[in-house]
């Protein structure tokens, strides 16, 4: 069975300081990661995915199959970058998404 | 620009009654989601419909009904409404490959009372 665990529900640090969300999956065949933002008062939107291997306002995740996961990354958050943060598991050839439970990001001036 | 919409951005119920929520989306999406997304729970997927009259059981479909006769509207039905559904309700949809991404609408932010 498919399954997305973050462990954080809540992730506070300060701007200007590293940030990391973590994601681990559970998955035997071949994993889609993603990872989905909601910003206060704005619909759920995509953030990056993992084939893409492209960085999107700073932030960048890397696939590690060994360790099963995918943890978000940004060298120096932003007051901006506070919001809910989602990961997305898929795979199987079919195109519907397991998410994991969110942490919710919180940048302090 | 996709554009998925909701009918309603707040919805207030009685315990019993019967609740039809709306989504619309104006990509020719192949794909549509109906999710419920409950605080420290995350988004878990009631429905999924591949087509139109297709549909699929998500993780969490008990209580639940969709309808789907047009390929841009998709409708989540709560057959008998339950204070265990108060919830928000998100649609999306997508383009039919496995790394698609979804669009989601607003949500309905729904209160049984």
């Known amino acids: 069975a498919q399954r997305v665990t973050q462990p954080e529900k809540l992730l506070s640090v300060f701007k200007g300081a590293p940030v990391e969300l973590k994601c681990n999956y559970s998955?035997?065949?071949?994993?889609?990661l993603f990872w989905y933002v909601q910003y206060s008062r704005q619909r759920l939107q995509l953030l990056l995915r993992h084939i893409s291997r492209e960085s999107i306002k700073g932030f960048t995740a890397d696939l590690n199959k060994g360790e099963t996961s995918f943890h978000l990354k940004k060298p120096f958050a932003q007051e901006e970058d506070s919001a809910m943060y989602y990961c997305?598991?898929?795979?199987?050839?079919?195109?519907?998404?397991?998410f994991g439970q969110g942490t919710r990001l919180t940048i302090n001036p | 620009d996709v554009k998925v919409t909701q009918s309603s951005r707040y919805l207030v119920k009685r315990t019993g009654e019967k609740v039809f929520l709306e989504c619309v989306q104006d990509?020719?999406?192949?794909?549509m989601f109906w999710y419920r997304q409950d605080p420290g729970l995350g988004l878990r997927l009631i429905y999924f419909s591949y087509d139109v009259k297709m549909k699929e059981k998500g993780d969490i479909p008990e209580g639940y009904s969709v309808s789907r006769e047009k390929k841009e509207r998709f409708s989540l039905i709560l057959e008998s409404a339950s204070t265990n559904q108060t919830s928000m309700y998100l649609c999306?949809?997508?383009?039919?490959?496995?790394?698609?991404?979804?669009?989601f609408g607003p949500g309905t932010r729904l209160t049984v009372t």
């Open positions: 998955y035997s065949g071949s994993p889609e």
């Open positions: 990509m020719d999406h192949e794909n």
């Open positions: 997305a598991l898929g795979g199987g050839g079919a195109q519907k998404l397991v």
């Open positions: 999306a949809s997508s383009l039919p490959y496995r790394d698609s991404e979804q669009y």
